[in-house]
């Protein structure tokens, strides 16, 4: 997440909250209260529908669908505008957790709280993205330790990386720890695939 965040109280006001904005490079700002404790986020959609019905003449029909846009096209102060409870994650929730709430949400950043809603940081579409990143030999070091130690102790499986792939490769004993070893190495940051390519151990001599 990106520790240095900019937020706003209730009372700030439009153009206030447009100018942090454009100031700061974002499409959201989380609404705080008291000590910092998230209330509510304020986005560029919250603000669009003052220029949206400006010249107030929208047609009628599409208009009672939406009542709540026409509401904010009138208000002028956070507390009126924001989108209330405020879609969040949690410090300690892992990228996939958030990934998905951004998904299911249709958001794209989110305040990240502590344990009792106080504002720790703002996590974005593209701070998920920095993941993949990550260099292969760090990928490969981890799933060395992650999952070819203690899946297959003594055995001549390996795990080569290249752009994110991983790839396990040599003779394996037991081909049902196969999805096992998938899913634990598409759990490690920045893998984009698993693919294997392994064979039967060798025959021991008669």
């Known amino acids: ?12 006001h439009f153009k206030a909250i447009v100018e942090l904005m454009r100031q700061w490079r974002v499409s959201a700002l989380p609404v705080v209260e008291g000590e910092g404790r998230v209330v509510g986020v304020v986005s560029e959609a919250d603000l669009l529908p003052k220029e949206e019905f400006r010249d107030g003449n929208p047609d009628i029909v599409p208009l009672l669908r939406r009542l709540p846009d026409l509401a904010k096209a009138s208000a002028v102060t956070a507390d009126e505008l924001m989108s209330a409870p405020a879609v969040t994650v949690h410090a300690d929730a892992t ?20 344990r009792i809603g106080i504002l720790q940081g703002v996590i974005s ?24 130690a203690p899946l297959f102790p003594n055995q001549a499986v ?37 693919r294997m390519d392994l064979t039967a151990p060798a025959a021991p001599p008669r």
């Open 158 to 194: 390996r795990a080569s990386v290249q752009e994110g792939v991983v790839t396990f490769s040599g003779p394996m004993r037991d081909r049902s720890l196969v999805p096992v070893a998938a899913r634990l190495a598409r759990a490690v940051e920045g893998v984009v695939d698993v």
């Open 125 to 148: 579409r593209s701070d998920l993205l920095k993941v993949f990143l990550r260099p292969d030999v760090e990928i490969a070091a981890e799933v060395g330790r992650t999952v070819i």
């Open 95 to 114: 990228l996939p957790q958030a990934a998905r709430i951004m998904a299911l949400r249709k958001v794209k950043r989110l305040p990240v709280i502590d």
């Open 1 to 12: 997440m990106t520790h240095t965040v900019v937020s706003v109280g209730r009372t700030a």
